[in-house]
């Protein structure tokens, strides 16, 4: 799911953990390990941008692309820059070990 041989991969999980205690009193999180954590706000992303992209254009019709055919789905260009323009923020509650997405930018 992520590329933990990348050079910044063990900074950036640093950084995630010295940020959890710099701003809370308790020991370590004890909710979801960090690859389900950001799995999770991927998926809500990509929901986003798919719901907005559908709003402005319909996106369910057509043929269904099939794995074995070379064909391409129409709206991923479309796709792309919508998801380009989503932004999620994430934040910690410390009382109640709670993660928290904020609404898009």
């Not at 041989?5 to 999980?13: A, I, K, N, Q, T």
């Not at 254009?57 to 796709?79: E, F, K, V, Y």
């Amino acid at each position: 799911m992520f590329n933990t041989s990348h050079r910044f991969y063990p900074e950036f999980v640093r950084s995630l953990n010295m940020s959890w205690r710099e701003s809370c009193e308790r020991g370590p999180y004890p909710g979801p390990a960090l690859s389900a954590a950001l799995l999770f706000d991927a998926l809500h992303v990509v929901v986003g941008a798919v719901r907005e992209l559908n709003r402005s254009q319909d996106i369910g019709g057509g043929r269904p692309l099939g794995c074995g055919t070379p064909g391409i789905w129409p709206h991923g260009t479309s796709l792309m820059n919508y998801l380009r323009m989503c932004q999620r923020r994430i934040r910690f509650r410390c009382q109640q070990r709670i993660r928290c997405l904020f609404q898009r930018q």
